[in-house]
């Protein structure tokens, strides 16, 4: 996908259920074996705090940029991680975001831009997010908005396959912090 992935650690941070086989987290694990996952302990009980220090712990684990690849609630614990201390984070790609109001989290998220790139991805029927909600949050954040139509939740029930798109938005994600990197170098 990229010769600069190696630069990068990259991390699936998966949602509610983590994401079955037939997701394009998964598929994209399969197409690069050095992409790692964080595991929770429970995904079927989303705890923001504890879903949070998991990923943070998976990002201490490798000194590389981290690149954050998250779905649903992968989002909210990516951002709430990436608020709480955003070193070491180069760039995320925050893909269908679960409402957070859904969570009773949305007190507990930035409303502030993030401190590193970010892309959000939303769909125009999805159900866990209004296109107008995923919106105000992409200008919170200062995401970049891209909106891909009607893809339901952007999962393996919106038959993606290995959803090259968004692997393309992977790889402008990997560009923008490689850039960002190099332009804060000494």
Known sequence: MSELFPHFQVIVVSGLHDSGPGHWQSRW???????????QDDFDQPDLAAWAARLDQQRRADPRPALLVAHSFGCLTAVHSI????????????VAPADPDKFGVADRLPAL?????????SS?????MSAPHAALWARRWDSELIEEGRLGHINADSGLGDWRAGQQYLQRLAELAHNRMLAFSP
């Not at 608020?83 to 925050?94: I, P, Y």
């Not at 125009?124 to 866990?128: M, S």
Request: net charge neutral.
């Open 113 to 121: 831009p993030l401190d590193c790139p970010s892309i959000l991805i």
């Open 124 to 128: 125009a029927n999805d159900p866990w």
């Open 29 to 39: 694990q399969r197409l690069h074996p050095e992409f790692v996952r964080v595991r």
């Open 83 to 94: 608020a709480r201390n955003s070193d070491g984070v180069a760039g995320a790609l925050l």
